[in-house]
Each structure stands twice: as structure tokens, then as C-alpha cells.
């Protein structure tokens, strides 16, 4: 496929168009690059000498689409784990209050069986 480019002074890419327009090139693109190329225009690099359009061979294989995809999915991920992660400490806040309570009644508890302990020996010893 036949495309129109303008590129830097190091050859990378900077705009590309379907149709013929002063200051652009006219470039052969490989058909397999098509997709590629759409994506990460500015990571080919146009050959003077050649007179050829470079693939840098090291572009990654998913498309924005399924990268967004999966970046919706790992944020939705994120977002359970932080909301369960609150559930949590909500949960350790209300058993760190009943747990306190209980010690509270443990104690009265224990002052009581005291007081009663005392009361019930001075009894015994007139």
C-alpha cells in the first residue's frame, strides 16, 4: 500500500496521509505492517538512502484496544481489592470495640467477685 510521509532529520515518521501533498514522500508499507504502523507511526523510521520505510521489529503485539482492555480489567481489579481491603479494617474496627467492651465487662466482672469476695469474708470473721 502507497501512503504519503513526512519524517525528521533522523528519519523517524512524523505524519502520514492517504493522498499526495506537498512535503510528503511517497512510501511502499507492507500490508502486515498496516496495523502496526497505525498504531506506532512514530517508531518507524524512514531509509534516505534506500528510500525504504523501516518496521523497528520490536513493536508490541497487542493492539490499544486489547491494552485497554486489560488495563480496564487490572483497574477494576484494583479497585475490589482496595474496597475489600476497607471492608477489612471496618470489620477489625468493630471487633477492636467489642473486644474492648469485653474486657470492660471481664473487669467489672472481676471487681465485682472482689467486692463480693470481700464482703463475704468480713461476714465470716465477726
Known amino acids: 500500500m502507497f501512503i504519503y510521509i513526512t519524517y525528521d532529520k533522523d528519519g523517524f515518521i512524523t505524519a502520514y496521509q492517504n493522498t499526495e501533498a506537498d512535503g510528503f514522500t ?3 508499507i507492507l500490508d502486515s505492517w498496516i496495523t502496526q504502523f497505525s498504531q506506532h507511526s ?3 523510521r524512514y531509509d ?3 528510500n525504504v520505510v523501516l518496521n523497528p521489529g520490536n513493536l508490541p503485539d497487542i493492539s490499544l484496544d486489547e491494552l485497554n482492555t486489560k488495563y480496564s480489567s487490572v483497574l477494576e481489579t484494583s479497585q475490589q481489592a482496595v474496597q475489600s481491603a476497607t471492608d477489612l479494617a471496618q470489620q477489625q ?3 477492636a470495640t467489642s473486644i474492648n467492651q469485653l474486657q470492660t465487662g471481664i473487669n467489672q466482672l472481676q471487681k465485682s467477685v472482689t467486692e463480693l469476695a470481700l464482703s463475704q ?3 465470716g470473721t465477726k
Open 26 to 28: 511517497k512510501v511502499f
Open 42 to 44: 512514530d517508531k518507524f
Open 48 to 50: 534516505t538512502d534506500k
Open 93 to 95: 474496627t468493630v471487633s
Open 121 to 123: 469474708s468480713a461476714k
